[in-house]
């Protein structure tokens, strides 16, 4: 439920109203949650409005992407990179909170210094109100215009996946983007800041119209791999936080949404000089992890790699976190990924 979590009354009562009120008996405690939630944040949302006041001249540094399909790494890339001491990076509690984040860290900063770290459900990954956050998930709050509020209302699910190309993203949509942006940066204005979004995968040609010298890494990894985890994915945390009973084949789904964000990316990739596109795949991240960084920092003209690595290597001796294991695919999913995402395979070298 992060994308509703700070949401204001108004927004939750659009979105209930645009899905006509239908909601599943076992979301309904769900739903009290969100909306005594909803009136915190209207409160906390009025405090947020004078400090916000003080990020409107603020100039974002151009930004660093994370993209790549979800399940693909770009979370472990992210926790990793957010060690370098020149990035800053959105936090979980702010993508939660987006409209309220300031007044938040200013009147509850002992709190949240104190917050408990969890693991997340599809990855036993650690994390804490603190940690690296996707993006994503503060433009849903924010905008409602976002495919993560089809995950809560999964029967509608067609009508925000639109919003993952770049055609359906209004001015608003680019103006909340740069506005979260800013209350970001503000807290740091020296730094640069580091983002991470699957969705923003198919994004490449607006993001570099909101910020045209942005840079972009991407890390892919090997279909079956993605396909698996993704599956586990939908299990686990989308079907969590749905409100309604979902209505679609999972596979399926995931099979159509790798091929949404694939396809534009192969288009526009194009359009980025060679040090904005750093490309990196999970096995090499996985297998040598500091030659990865290396690759990529060298790639972007990132020059304070040699600054940065004793922090990697410090997280990386702290790592504990088991990865998921997951039984074989059954010759039908084989065939399926094979014939859907063929492109992909050919375009990174990956056995078909």
Not at 58 to 79: A, Q
Not at 128 to 133: C, N, Q, R, T
Not at 316 to 337: C, F, Q, T, V, W
Request: with cysteine.
């Amino acid at each position: 439920m992060d994308s509703v979590i700070g949401l204001l009354p108004g927004q939750w009562f659009k979105l209930l109203k645009e899905n006509k009120f239908k909601i599943a008996p076992f979301a309904w405690p769900h739903c009290g949650v969100i909306k005594l939630l909803s009136v915190r944040n209207y409160f906390f949302h009025k405090q947020e409005r004078v400090l916000e006041k003080e990020t409107e001249s603020i100039k974002v540094n151009p930004p660093v992407f994370i993209i790549g399909h979800w399940r693909s790494g770009t979370t472990f890339l992210h926790n990793l990179l957010s060690r370098d001491p020149r990035f800053i990076f959105p936090q979980t509690y702010q993508v939660r909170n987006p409209n309220t984040f300031l007044f938040i860290n200013r009147r509850f900063n002992q709190n949240l210094q104190q917050s408990a770290s969890y693991k997340r459900a599809m990855d036993n990954v650690q994390s804490s109100s603190l940690a690296p956050a996707e993006d994503e998930f503060a433009l849903a709050a924010m905008t409602l215009h976002s495919p993560l509020i089809g995950w809560l209302f999964p029967q509608r699910q067609t009508w925000y996946d639109r919003y993952t190309q770049a055609e359906a993203l209004d001015n608003d949509w680019q103006n909340a983007y740069m506005r979260f942006f800013r209350k970001i940066q503000h807290a740091q204005p020296e730094k640069t800041i580091l983002s991470k979004s699957p969705l923003n995968t198919p994004r490449v040609d607006l993001l570099l119209k909101i910020f045209p010298k942005a840079r972009f890494i991407h890390i892919h990894r090997d279909p079956q791999s993605v396909f698996r985890s993704t599956v586990h994915l939908y299990h686990t945390a989308i079907r969590r936080s749905a409100l309604q009973h979902i209505p679609y084949s999972i596979p399926d789904r995931v099979i159509e949404r790798y091929q949404t964000l694939y396809g534009p990316f192969l288009g526009q990739r194009s359009k980025l000089t060679d040090h904005q596109l750093a490309e990196i795949s999970f096995k090499e991240l996985e297998t040598d992890p500091m030659e990865a960084l290396q690759k990529i920092y060298a790639q972007l003209n990132l020059e304070s790699f040699d600054m940065a690595r004793p922090h990697f290597e410090t997280y990386l001796a702290g790592l504990k976190h088991k990865k998921n294991e997951y039984p074989p695919l059954d010759e039908n999913s084989r065939s399926l990924i094979r014939k859907h995402w063929e492109p992909i395979y050919r375009e990174w070298n990956y056995t078909v």
